[in-house]
Protein backbone atom coordinates (compact mmCIF):
# COMPACT_ATOMS: atom_id res chain seq x y z
CA UNK A 1 0.00 0.00 0.00
CA UNK A 2 1.56 3.69 -0.93
CA UNK A 3 1.31 6.10 1.44
CA UNK A 4 -1.59 8.39 -0.66
CA UNK A 5 -3.46 5.08 -0.42
CA UNK A 6 -2.65 4.91 3.58
CA UNK A 7 -3.65 8.25 4.00
CA UNK A 8 -7.13 8.18 1.43
CA UNK A 9 -8.45 5.20 4.16
CA UNK A 10 -7.59 7.37 7.63
CA UNK A 11 -8.60 10.38 5.95
CA UNK A 12 -11.91 8.79 4.70
CA UNK A 13 -11.61 10.00 1.53
CA UNK A 14 -12.95 8.28 -1.06
CA UNK A 15 -11.46 9.17 -4.54
CA UNK A 16 -7.65 9.22 -5.56
CA UNK A 17 -5.38 12.33 -3.35
CA UNK A 18 -2.50 14.07 -5.16
CA UNK A 19 0.07 16.67 -4.40
CA UNK A 20 -0.07 20.23 -5.56
CA UNK A 21 2.58 22.76 -5.56
CA UNK A 22 1.10 26.27 -6.69
CA UNK A 23 3.16 29.32 -7.66
CA UNK A 24 1.33 32.19 -6.56
CA UNK A 25 1.28 35.87 -6.76
CA UNK A 26 3.31 37.18 -3.74
CA UNK A 27 2.75 38.87 -1.02
CA UNK A 28 1.43 35.95 1.44
CA UNK A 29 -2.19 36.87 2.53
CA UNK A 30 -4.58 35.97 4.73
CA UNK A 31 -7.14 35.67 2.30
CA UNK A 32 -4.91 33.47 -0.01
CA UNK A 33 -4.74 31.45 3.25
CA UNK A 34 -8.42 31.32 3.84
CA UNK A 35 -8.99 30.33 -0.25
CA UNK A 36 -6.26 27.26 -0.55
CA UNK A 37 -7.57 26.01 3.40
CA UNK A 38 -10.46 24.49 1.42
CA UNK A 39 -8.45 22.53 -1.04
CA UNK A 40 -5.92 21.18 1.88
CA UNK A 41 -7.90 17.62 3.00
CA UNK A 42 -5.20 16.40 5.26
CA UNK A 43 -5.43 18.11 8.94
CA UNK A 44 -7.60 15.19 9.96
CA UNK A 45 -4.91 12.49 9.45
CA UNK A 46 -2.15 15.06 11.41
CA UNK A 47 -4.57 15.29 14.25
CA UNK A 48 -4.66 11.38 14.05
CA UNK A 49 -1.23 10.77 14.06
CA UNK A 50 -0.28 13.36 16.64
CA UNK A 51 -2.44 10.44 18.88
CA UNK A 52 -0.17 8.15 20.59
CA UNK A 53 -2.18 5.31 20.83
CA UNK A 54 -2.76 5.74 16.86
CA UNK A 55 0.82 5.96 16.12
CA UNK A 56 1.55 2.20 16.44
CA UNK A 57 -1.39 1.51 14.15
CA UNK A 58 -0.28 4.30 11.26
CA UNK A 59 3.49 2.49 11.67
CA UNK A 60 2.04 -0.59 10.10
CA UNK A 61 -0.20 0.78 7.48
CA UNK A 62 3.13 1.90 6.70
CA UNK A 63 5.16 -1.01 6.50
CA UNK A 64 6.63 -0.45 9.95
CA UNK A 65 8.95 1.82 8.54
CA UNK A 66 8.91 5.41 10.71
CA UNK A 67 10.49 6.63 8.14
CA UNK A 68 7.48 6.45 5.72
CA UNK A 69 5.20 7.50 8.52
CA UNK A 70 7.97 10.94 8.50
CA UNK A 71 7.35 11.52 5.11
CA UNK A 72 3.86 11.34 4.93
CA UNK A 73 3.62 13.62 8.10
CA UNK A 74 5.57 16.22 6.42
CA UNK A 75 3.35 15.78 2.63
CA UNK A 76 0.69 15.63 5.04
CA UNK A 77 1.19 19.90 6.23
CA UNK A 78 0.79 22.55 4.43
CA UNK A 79 4.13 24.03 2.98
CA UNK A 80 4.49 27.67 2.75
CA UNK A 81 7.94 28.90 1.80
CA UNK A 82 9.16 32.75 2.97
CA UNK A 83 11.43 33.66 -0.15
CA UNK A 84 9.58 31.33 -2.85
CA UNK A 85 5.96 32.08 -4.21
CA UNK A 86 5.04 28.54 -3.96
CA UNK A 87 2.68 26.69 -1.59
CA UNK A 88 2.27 22.95 -1.25
CA UNK A 89 -0.48 20.86 -0.26
CA UNK A 90 -2.40 17.92 -0.39
CA UNK A 91 -5.61 17.66 -2.08
CA UNK A 92 -8.47 15.41 -4.13
CA UNK A 93 -8.06 14.31 -7.46
CA UNK A 94 -8.63 17.50 -9.14
CA UNK A 95 -7.87 19.62 -6.60
CA UNK A 96 -5.15 21.26 -8.49
CA UNK A 97 -7.31 22.04 -11.61
CA UNK A 98 -9.15 24.30 -9.17
CA UNK A 99 -6.37 25.58 -7.42
CA UNK A 100 -5.25 26.96 -10.37
CA UNK A 101 -8.25 28.80 -10.91
CA UNK A 102 -7.95 30.78 -7.84
CA UNK A 103 -7.19 34.62 -9.12
CA UNK A 104 -3.45 34.58 -7.01
CA UNK A 105 -2.23 31.23 -8.92
CA UNK A 106 -0.60 31.30 -11.54
CA UNK A 107 0.14 27.80 -12.21
CA UNK A 108 -0.13 24.69 -10.29
CA UNK A 109 1.96 21.26 -10.94
CA UNK A 110 1.34 17.69 -8.86
CA UNK A 111 4.68 15.48 -9.69
CA UNK A 112 4.29 12.11 -9.74
CA UNK A 113 3.47 10.18 -6.82
CA UNK A 114 6.46 8.81 -6.33
CA UNK A 115 8.31 11.97 -6.31
CA UNK A 116 6.23 14.13 -4.02
CA UNK A 117 8.37 13.99 -1.01
CA UNK A 118 11.63 14.41 -2.81
CA UNK A 119 10.32 17.01 -4.71
CA UNK A 120 9.25 18.86 -1.48
CA UNK A 121 12.92 18.33 -0.07
CA UNK A 122 14.12 20.05 -3.39
CA UNK A 123 12.18 22.80 -2.82
CA UNK A 124 13.12 23.12 1.03
CA UNK A 125 17.24 22.48 0.64
CA UNK A 126 17.11 25.66 -1.88
CA UNK A 127 14.95 27.66 0.20
CA UNK A 128 17.50 26.88 2.68
CA UNK A 129 20.01 28.52 1.25
CA UNK A 130 17.95 31.73 0.87
CA UNK A 131 17.52 31.86 4.81
CA UNK A 132 21.05 30.70 5.93
CA UNK A 133 22.25 33.69 3.81
CA UNK A 134 20.17 35.96 5.11
CA UNK A 135 21.03 34.79 8.97
CA UNK A 136 24.47 34.17 8.06
CA UNK A 137 25.76 37.14 5.94
CA UNK A 138 29.48 36.46 6.16
CA UNK A 139 28.91 32.69 5.52
CA UNK A 140 27.11 33.41 2.68
CA UNK A 141 26.16 29.93 0.32
CA UNK A 142 27.01 31.43 -2.83
CA UNK A 143 27.13 28.66 -5.50
CA UNK A 144 24.40 25.31 -5.98
CA UNK A 145 25.00 22.43 -7.82
CA UNK A 146 22.12 20.11 -8.68
CA UNK A 147 23.07 16.80 -9.83
CA UNK A 148 19.19 15.85 -9.41
CA UNK A 149 17.10 13.62 -12.12
CA UNK A 150 13.75 15.00 -13.01
CA UNK A 151 10.60 13.32 -12.49
CA UNK A 152 10.13 12.88 -16.69
CA UNK A 153 11.59 14.46 -19.29
CA UNK A 154 8.93 17.44 -20.34
CA UNK A 155 9.27 20.65 -21.50
CA UNK A 156 10.85 24.03 -19.92
CA UNK A 157 8.02 26.06 -18.19
CA UNK A 158 9.01 29.08 -16.41
CA UNK A 159 6.46 28.70 -13.75
CA UNK A 160 7.30 24.88 -12.62
CA UNK A 161 8.08 25.20 -9.06
CA UNK A 162 11.77 24.03 -8.99
CA UNK A 163 12.54 26.78 -11.82
CA UNK A 164 10.85 29.58 -9.64
CA UNK A 165 12.70 28.48 -7.04
CA UNK A 166 16.26 28.41 -8.36
CA UNK A 167 15.10 31.90 -10.62
CA UNK A 168 14.45 34.11 -6.80
CA UNK A 169 18.06 32.16 -5.70
CA UNK A 170 19.75 33.48 -8.98
CA UNK A 171 17.68 37.22 -8.02
CA UNK A 172 19.40 36.43 -5.25
CA UNK A 173 22.85 36.60 -6.61
CA UNK A 174 23.41 33.07 -5.78
CA UNK A 175 24.61 30.68 -8.83
CA UNK A 176 22.92 27.86 -9.78
CA UNK A 177 24.32 24.58 -11.51
CA UNK A 178 22.46 21.92 -12.79
CA UNK A 179 23.35 18.67 -14.62
CA UNK A 180 21.91 19.05 -17.95
CA UNK A 181 20.33 14.89 -18.31
CA UNK A 182 21.54 11.35 -19.39
CA UNK A 183 18.78 11.35 -22.12
CA UNK A 184 21.17 12.43 -25.27
CA UNK A 185 21.13 8.49 -26.67
CA UNK A 186 17.45 9.24 -27.58
CA UNK A 187 18.53 12.36 -29.25
CA UNK A 188 17.85 15.76 -29.77
CA UNK A 189 15.76 17.95 -27.53
CA UNK A 190 16.67 15.70 -23.84
CA UNK A 191 17.34 18.97 -21.75
CA UNK A 192 16.16 18.44 -18.16
CA UNK A 193 13.60 20.97 -17.37
CA UNK A 194 15.69 22.16 -14.90
CA UNK A 195 18.86 22.87 -16.65
CA UNK A 196 17.06 24.65 -19.43
CA UNK A 197 16.48 27.53 -17.26
CA UNK A 198 18.47 30.78 -18.74
CA UNK A 199 19.55 31.54 -15.59
CA UNK A 200 20.85 28.63 -14.59
CA UNK A 201 24.35 27.40 -15.87
CA UNK A 202 23.46 23.84 -17.22
CA UNK A 203 26.54 21.37 -17.76
CA UNK A 204 26.34 18.75 -20.06
CA UNK A 205 29.18 15.90 -19.98
CA UNK A 206 32.48 14.74 -21.97
CA UNK A 207 35.52 12.40 -21.81
CA UNK A 208 38.57 14.06 -20.49
CA UNK A 209 40.02 14.64 -23.77
CA UNK A 210 38.13 17.34 -23.83
CA UNK A 211 36.85 16.70 -27.46
CA UNK A 212 34.38 13.96 -27.44
CA UNK A 213 30.75 14.57 -25.87
CA UNK A 214 29.74 11.82 -23.67
CA UNK A 215 26.89 9.83 -26.11
CA UNK A 216 24.30 9.97 -23.42
CA UNK A 217 24.66 13.72 -22.38
CA UNK A 218 21.44 15.65 -22.86
CA UNK A 219 20.86 18.08 -25.67
CA UNK A 220 19.01 20.64 -27.54
CA UNK A 221 17.70 20.80 -31.08
CA UNK A 222 19.34 23.36 -33.62
CA UNK A 223 18.33 27.14 -33.19
CA UNK A 224 16.66 26.32 -29.94
CA UNK A 225 17.24 28.57 -26.69
CA UNK A 226 17.37 25.55 -25.01
CA UNK A 227 20.85 23.72 -24.52
CA UNK A 228 23.94 23.18 -22.36
CA UNK A 229 25.80 26.03 -20.72
CA UNK A 230 29.28 24.05 -21.31
CA UNK A 231 30.32 20.76 -21.02
CA UNK A 232 32.98 19.37 -18.50
CA UNK A 233 34.51 15.63 -17.96
CA UNK A 234 31.53 13.64 -16.89
CA UNK A 235 32.93 9.98 -17.92
CA UNK A 236 35.28 7.55 -15.71
CA UNK A 237 35.17 10.31 -12.60
CA UNK A 238 36.18 9.21 -9.24
CA UNK A 239 33.87 10.64 -6.58
CA UNK A 240 33.21 9.74 -2.98
CA UNK A 241 30.34 7.38 -2.91
CA UNK A 242 27.47 7.48 -0.05
CA UNK A 243 26.96 3.79 1.83
CA UNK A 244 23.44 3.98 0.87
CA UNK A 245 24.11 4.53 -3.35
CA UNK A 246 23.51 2.70 -6.17
CA UNK A 247 27.32 2.91 -7.54
CA UNK A 248 29.97 -0.12 -7.10
CA UNK A 249 32.62 1.13 -4.42
CA UNK A 250 36.28 1.02 -6.07
CA UNK A 251 38.36 0.48 -2.62
CA UNK A 252 37.63 -1.72 0.00
CA UNK A 253 36.73 0.93 2.15
CA UNK A 254 33.79 1.74 0.14
CA UNK A 255 34.13 5.17 0.07
CA UNK A 256 35.02 6.01 -3.66
CA UNK A 257 33.08 4.90 -6.71
CA UNK A 258 33.62 5.62 -10.69
CA UNK A 259 31.00 6.65 -12.79
CA UNK A 260 29.68 8.80 -15.87
CA UNK A 261 27.25 11.25 -16.14
CA UNK A 262 26.47 14.78 -16.23
CA UNK A 263 25.83 14.74 -12.49
CA UNK A 264 29.09 14.12 -12.36
CA UNK A 265 30.52 16.83 -14.53
CA UNK A 266 27.97 19.75 -13.12
CA UNK A 267 30.27 19.55 -9.50
CA UNK A 268 32.82 20.29 -11.17
CA UNK A 269 31.42 23.38 -12.87
CA UNK A 270 29.85 24.21 -9.33
CA UNK A 271 33.66 24.32 -7.95
CA UNK A 272 34.98 26.38 -11.41
CA UNK A 273 32.08 28.90 -10.48
CA UNK A 274 33.57 29.20 -7.12
CA UNK A 275 36.67 30.03 -8.10
CA UNK A 276 35.97 32.85 -10.51
CA UNK A 277 33.24 34.31 -8.12
CA UNK A 278 36.53 34.40 -5.32
CA UNK A 279 38.23 35.81 -8.83
CA UNK A 280 36.04 38.42 -9.36
CA UNK A 281 35.41 39.68 -5.97
CA UNK A 282 38.68 39.48 -4.49
CA UNK A 283 41.26 40.34 -7.72
CA UNK A 284 38.92 41.86 -10.34
CA UNK A 285 36.80 43.88 -8.79
CA UNK A 286 39.38 46.26 -6.62
CA UNK A 287 41.60 46.41 -9.41
CA UNK A 288 42.62 50.06 -10.65
CA UNK A 289 42.39 48.57 -14.09
CA UNK A 290 39.21 48.18 -14.11
CA UNK A 291 37.92 51.82 -14.31
CA UNK A 292 40.28 52.51 -16.99
CA UNK A 293 38.47 49.39 -18.95
CA UNK A 294 35.56 50.67 -17.97
CA UNK A 295 36.10 53.89 -19.50
CA UNK A 296 37.41 53.45 -22.58
CA UNK A 297 34.66 50.54 -23.23
CA UNK A 298 31.94 53.16 -23.10
CA UNK A 299 33.77 56.43 -24.27
CA UNK A 300 35.64 54.05 -27.60
CA UNK A 301 33.36 51.26 -28.13
CA UNK A 302 30.00 53.11 -26.83
CA UNK A 303 29.10 49.96 -24.78
CA UNK A 304 26.87 49.00 -21.92
CA UNK A 305 29.17 47.88 -19.00
CA UNK A 306 27.89 45.12 -16.72
CA UNK A 307 28.32 45.84 -13.19
CA UNK A 308 31.78 43.60 -12.03
CA UNK A 309 30.06 41.89 -9.33
CA UNK A 310 30.27 38.13 -9.07
CA UNK A 311 26.98 37.75 -10.04
CA UNK A 312 25.63 34.87 -11.67
CA UNK A 313 24.83 36.40 -15.30
CA UNK A 314 28.55 37.29 -14.75
CA UNK A 315 30.07 33.71 -14.04
CA UNK A 316 27.95 32.15 -16.78
CA UNK A 317 29.70 34.99 -19.28
CA UNK A 318 33.22 33.82 -18.20
CA UNK A 319 32.62 30.48 -18.33
CA UNK A 320 30.86 30.77 -21.87
CA UNK A 321 34.27 32.24 -22.69
CA UNK A 322 36.25 30.21 -21.57
CA UNK A 323 35.11 27.35 -22.68
CA UNK A 324 37.22 25.63 -25.72
CA UNK A 325 34.76 24.54 -28.67
CA UNK A 326 34.91 20.88 -29.41
CA UNK A 327 34.90 20.33 -33.25
CA UNK A 328 32.20 18.51 -34.61
CA UNK A 329 29.55 19.35 -32.03
CA UNK A 330 26.83 21.62 -32.46
CA UNK A 331 25.69 24.79 -30.14
CA UNK A 332 22.84 22.88 -28.71
CA UNK A 333 24.89 19.57 -27.78
CA UNK A 334 27.57 21.37 -26.01
CA UNK A 335 26.94 25.14 -25.80
CA UNK A 336 30.02 27.29 -25.16
CA UNK A 337 32.73 23.94 -25.36
CA UNK A 338 34.33 22.24 -22.70
CA UNK A 339 35.92 23.57 -19.38
CA UNK A 340 38.33 22.23 -17.09
CA UNK A 341 40.33 23.50 -14.14
CA UNK A 342 43.41 23.93 -16.04
CA UNK A 343 41.29 25.95 -18.44
CA UNK A 344 39.62 28.04 -15.82
CA UNK A 345 43.11 28.97 -13.96
CA UNK A 346 45.05 29.58 -17.28
CA UNK A 347 42.25 32.21 -18.44
CA UNK A 348 42.23 33.64 -14.89
CA UNK A 349 46.02 34.32 -14.80
CA UNK A 350 46.21 36.30 -18.22
CA UNK A 351 42.85 37.96 -17.89
CA UNK A 352 42.73 41.11 -19.87
CA UNK A 353 41.16 44.04 -21.53
CA UNK A 354 39.85 41.73 -24.19
CA UNK A 355 38.54 39.14 -22.07
CA UNK A 356 36.69 42.20 -20.09
CA UNK A 357 34.97 43.03 -23.02
CA UNK A 358 33.98 40.01 -23.61
CA UNK A 359 32.43 39.18 -19.84
CA UNK A 360 31.09 42.27 -19.13
CA UNK A 361 30.50 44.19 -22.22
CA UNK A 362 26.99 44.86 -23.79
CA UNK A 363 25.36 46.32 -26.80
CA UNK A 364 24.86 50.15 -26.01
CA UNK A 365 21.12 49.33 -27.17
CA UNK A 366 20.46 46.57 -24.50
CA UNK A 367 18.26 48.31 -22.46
CA UNK A 368 17.65 45.92 -20.19
CA UNK A 369 20.93 45.58 -18.38
CA UNK A 370 21.43 48.51 -15.71
CA UNK A 371 24.76 50.34 -16.41
CA UNK A 372 27.26 49.95 -13.84
Known sequence: MGWLEALKRHLGVGDRLEYALAVVRLPWTEEMIRNLAPHWVSAPFCALAKRAENRELLLGLFQGDPENLRRALELAEIAFFRFFPIVGLLTRAGGARQIGRLPFVESVYTPPEDYGFDYLHILKGLHYVLEHNQQNPESAIHVVNMSLQTPTPC?????????????????????????????????????????????????????????????????????????????????????????EGVYPAVDAEGRYTVADGTSFAAPQVAGLAAVIIQFVRDVLAPSPQVEQWRAIMQSQFKLRVLPVTASPLVVK????????????????????????????AERLRNFGFSDFIQVFGLPASNAATQDA
Open 317 to 344: RMLEHFAVPMPGYGLHEQGAGFVSGEIV
Open 155 to 243: PFDPLEPINVATRVLSEHDVTVVVAAGNHGASGEDTLSMWAAAPWVISVGAAYPDGKRLWERSSRGSPGSPYRPTVVAHGVGVVGLRSP
